[in-house]
């Protein structure tokens, strides 16, 4: 028997293989942010592009992993990404300036289309009845990875420097996800499930089809939307810490809280999908962290900021983990990785420009006026929380 032919082993297997990957896309940059600004002497500007590159990196190859995927396979597919994942987190100490760091990201968000798309299709496969539930645990790992791996990052950083950080976390994700490959494979019998019914995947369409629909573009603008004010707290978060008088430590709090329930929240709000309806999770989340958006420039306390900061990192995670057992809702499991990529492509190429680059540079022209980018951040979350109920399986 195949070692990957086992559900429970494909499912821990596939989280194993995604952990690194998630700290180094939710950790590391925010924890680096402050040294990177200082060390290459630019502005809050050009450390928000770093989640620009690493998101189009991510948008440019995600489509292409799912075609990728269905002619090598997912075990094949992820021994790439860790490699590539791993060689460009050691190569990071070398960086000559800031265009070498925005290179590395957009190289880290290639690799992790490799990784995180495999994880979320093998699962789905093997608990097609329970896809929010199992979707959800993949993304916690993801989520949550930054969440522990943040004050060990800070440590690190402060008592070690940049370069014992990146070769460490570089052969973690190398090493971790070359062990776990092996076991991420689809099962060779596919369970036998209704296509009809409450929790059943919808029938299967074709990229084209799919495309034609209004579910389809209705997620790509939610994805667009939140994706971009979720993303931004992780830049942001420590800057707005430091700019209200806190040390690096304390700032990091903020973004420990929000990457804690950017984890949590993918399992919970994965499982509560199953129960309560996909839509109706994503919107309840959207809006409670649109209303924290607005909350976070008006109230005053380090708890109180972390907890706010922990409100949107609640949304961000349900957006990853409830999305895709959504998109086989609406458009069956079958060519999911091929229509899922093409639903990141807004987040790949929007998240990053209309997130952190667009709110530090804002940061920058007004002295750091985090009323006006919380703001308009906070509209996005409630604009996302109206847009997600419009997202139904298409009529036949």
Do not use: K
Not at 238 to 267: C, E, I, K, M
Not at 286 to 300: C, E, K, N, R, T
């Amino acid at each position: 028997m195949a070692p990957s032919s086992s559900p429970e082993r494909t499912l821990w297997a596939s989280c194993a293989a995604i952990f690194w990957p998630g700290s180094l896309a939710f950790g590391l940059p925010g924890i680096m942010a402050h040294h990177w600004q200082a060390t290459f002497g630019v502005d809050r500007a050009a450390v928000g592009q770093i989640i620009f590159f690493l998101l189009a990196g991510v948008g440019t190859t995600m489509y292409l992993a799912g075609r990728w995927q269905e002619r090598l396979g997912p075990a094949r597919l992820v021994r790439v990404g860790s490699v590539i994942s791993g060689l460009a987190a050691l190569a990071l100490p070398l960086a000559p300036g800031i265009g070498a760091i925005h290179a590395w990201a957009f190289i880290t968000g290639a690799s992790q289309s490799c990784l995180y798309l495999p994880a979320l299709s093998v699962v789905q496969r093997w608990f097609p009845l329970r896809r929010g539930l199992v979707a959800g645990l993949v993304s916690m790992v993801f989520g949550l990875a930054a969440a522990a791996t943040a004050p060990l990052f800070s440590f690190v950083l402060a008592e070690f420097g940049p370069t014992p950080l990146c070769l460490g976390v570089g052969l973690a994700a190398m090493i971790t996800g070359l062990a776990a490959a092996p076991f991420i494979s689809f099962p060779v019998a596919r369970p036998q499930v209704e296509t009809a019914g409450h929790g059943a995947p919808g029938p299967s369409l074709r990229v084209g089809q799919a495309t034609r629909t209004r579910a389809f573009w209705v997620m790509w603008f939610t994805w667009a939307l939140a994706g971009s004010a979720g993303i931004a707290m992780v830049t942001l978060s420590t800057t707005f810490g430091l700019s209200r008088g806190l040390g690096l430590r304390q700032a990091v709090v903020l973004l420990t809280a929000f990457n804690l329930t950017n984890g949590l929240s993918r399992l919970a709000s994965g499982w509560l999908s199953d129960l309560a309806g996909r839509n109706l999770t994503m919107a309840a989340a959207f809006f409670a962290a649109g209303i924290a958006y607005l909350l976070l420039p008006q109230v005053q306390g380090l708890y109180l900021w972390a907890g706010l900061a922990a409100v949107v990192g609640f949304a961000f995670g349900t957006l990853f983990s409830v999305s895709a057992p959504l998109a086989t809702d609406c458009f069956g499991l079958e060519h999911f990785g091929a229509i899922f990529g093409l639903v990141f492509t807004a987040y790949g190429f929007l998240a990053g420009a209309l997130g952190p680059w667009l709110g530090g540079h804002l940061l920058d022209v007004t002295g750091g006026d985090f009323s006006l980018v919380f703001g308009y951040l906070g509209c996005f979350m409630l604009v996302s929380a109206g847009l997600i109920f419009l997202a139904r399986p298409p009529r036949a």
